[in-house]
T-cell receptor, first 113, second 113 residues
Framework: KQEVTQIPAALSVPEGENLVLNCSFT??????LQWFRQDPGKGLTSLLL?????REQTSGRLNASLDKSSGRSTLYIAASQPGDSATYLC????????????FGQGTRLTINP | EPEVTQTPSHQVTQMGQEVILRCVPI?????FYWYRQILGQKVEFLVS????????KSEIFDDQFSVERPDGSNFTLKIRSTKLEDSAMYFC???????????FGPGTRLLVL
């Protein structure tokens, strides 16, 4: 059974810092991996999707990498801003059947002004 | 920008009552999903739906749950006889392709008393 783990559970950094969020998964048989942002009490906003054949994806200040063989993904946020404060979730898309996403617990990120 | 919408945003019901949660997926999307998030826990997959039938369902999605696409725009989740443990945030998602980016709605917070 696929398990997704995100470390750390919470992270607090000063504004302007570059930071890395980690995601690991137990089964490398994934189709893709998606990073989301969740604001308190709100829905999930898709940030980046990496296909299993890709190594990384970039969107603005965000860069996500994928190492399928080692079961790891990282989300790099450059020049962090207070508006980046949110919970960041990673989710792996499984190969079998229709695509269901298996989520990690998330990393709660706080950017201090 | 197209987005997934969900109604109601909040619903309070008595145990044993039926509830219907509604979703309007992005108009050109063909794949639809329901997930739920119990407070403080991971987002969990419930069911996926394509071509007017269920593609996959989780162990959570028992006979008390059903999904329907009653017309060309709505996608509903029905819980026939709610239990206390059904209290959660329910998210609808849609994707254009079966293994593409899933876009999530803002969620319906269900509270069963």
């Amino acid at each position: 059974k696929q398990e997704v783990t995100q470390i750390p559970a919470a992270l607090s950094v000063p504004e302007g810092e570059n930071l890395v969020l980690n995601c690991s998964f137990t089964d490398s048989a994934i189709y893709n991996l998606q990073w989301f942002r969740q604001d308190p009490g709100k829905g999930l906003t898709s940030l980046l999707l990496i296909q299993s054949s890709q190594r990384e994806q970039t969107s603005g200040r965000l860069n996500a990498s994928l190492d399928k063989s080692s079961g790891r993904s990282t989300l790099y946020i450059a020049a962090s801003q207070p508006g980046d404060s949110a919970t960041y979730l990673c989710a792996v898309g499984l190969i079998q059947g229709a695509q269901k996403l298996v989520f990690g617990q998330g990393t709660r990120l706080t950017i201090n002004p | 920008e197209p987005e997934v919408t969900q109604t109601p945003s909040h619903q309070v019901t008595q145990m044993g009552q039926e509830v219907i949660l509604r979703c309007v997926p992005i108009s050109n999307h063909l794949y639809f999903y329901w997930y739920r998030q119990i407070l403080g826990q991971k987002v969990e997959f419930l069911v996926s739906f394509y071509n007017n039938e269920i593609s996959e369902k989780s162990e959570i999605f028992d006979d008390q749950f059903s999904v329907e696409r009653p017309d060309g725009s709505n996608f509903t989740l029905k819980i026939r006889s709610t239990k206390l443990e059904d209290s959660a945030m329910y998210f609808c998602a849609s994707s254009e392709q079966g293994f593409g980016t899933q876009y999530f709605g803002p969620g319906t917070r269900l509270l069963v008393l």
